[in-house]
């Protein structure tokens, strides 16, 4: 059974840092493209990263561009997500989730999410 | 960026009738798309992927298609459990975008 679960999530001032983790498991991890996504208080669904399946290319939500950075380890068979400089509008649910084939497809297994507040 | 649009916001039906959601996009995708189904308290799950093949698990009542531009979800009869939040994902080019979702509300 696959299994993603999420963690790292707490309180922090704007402009302060968090380090999300999301470990994996039920799969071959270094096979899979994997990614963030994120759900504001009564918003909908916003893509925030992704990265291949060996690390070497990583894409970013214009709105996160040069604050967030996604990386993985495939020897732990962990995604994780380093959010700096946040702000106000990061506030939200982070959920991680995997692609539906090692290529790339839709997000068939998802996290039940961490919660980020950025607030002083 | 491809820019996803789903109609419309807020959907009343009764149960056991039918559904239609729409989903476009602001250029050709192809058959890159997916819809996701979510419920308060609840991460998303995956009901379609490809605009019209159905995930593991999900019931034949929903079915989905479309290619290019255009997308429709069509839940057959409508089922208590039905009622949540829909989305549509394409995951033609980076970055993936959704829609801004549509809530199937009970009438």
């Known amino acids: 059974e696959v299994q993603l679960l999420e963690s790292g999530g707490g309180l922090v001032q704007p402009g302060g840092s968090l380090r999300l983790s999301c470990a994996a498991s039920?799969?071959?991890?270094?096979?899979?493209?994997v990614g963030w996504v994120r759900q504001a208080p009564g918003k909908g669904l916003e893509w925030v990263s992704g990265i291949t399946a060996g690390g070497g290319s990583k894409y970013y939500a214009n709105s996160v561009k040069g604050r967030l950075t996604i990386a993985r380890d495939n020897s732990k068979n962990t995604l994780f997500l380093q959010m700096n400089s946040l702000r106000a509008e990061d506030t939200a649910i982070y959920y991680c989730?995997?692609?539906?084939?090692?290529?790339?497809?839709?997000?068939?297994?998802w996290g039940q999410g961490t919660q980020v507040t950025v607030s002083s | 960026e491809v820019v996803m649009t789903q109609s419309p916001a807020t959907l009343s039906v009764s149960p056991g009738e039918r559904a239609t959601l729409s989903c476009r996009a602001s250029q050709s995708i192809g058959s890159t798309l997916a819809w996701y189904q979510q419920k308060p308290g609840q991460a998303p799950r995956l009901l379609i992927n490809g605009a019209s093949t159905r995930a593991t698990g999900i019931p034949v009542r929903f079915s989905g298609s479309g290619s290019g531009t255009e997308f429709t979800l069509t839940i057959s009869s409508l089922q208590s459990e039905d009622f949540a939040v829909y989305y549509c994902?394409?995951?033609?080019?980076?970055?993936?975008?959704f829609g801004q979702g549509t809530r199937l509300e009970i009438k």
């Open positions: 989730a995997k692609r539906i084939v090692t290529s790339g497809g839709a997000y068939d297994s």
């Open positions: 994902q394409q995951y033609s080019s980076w970055p993936l975008t």
């Open positions: 039920g799969f071959t991890f270094s096979s899979y493209v």
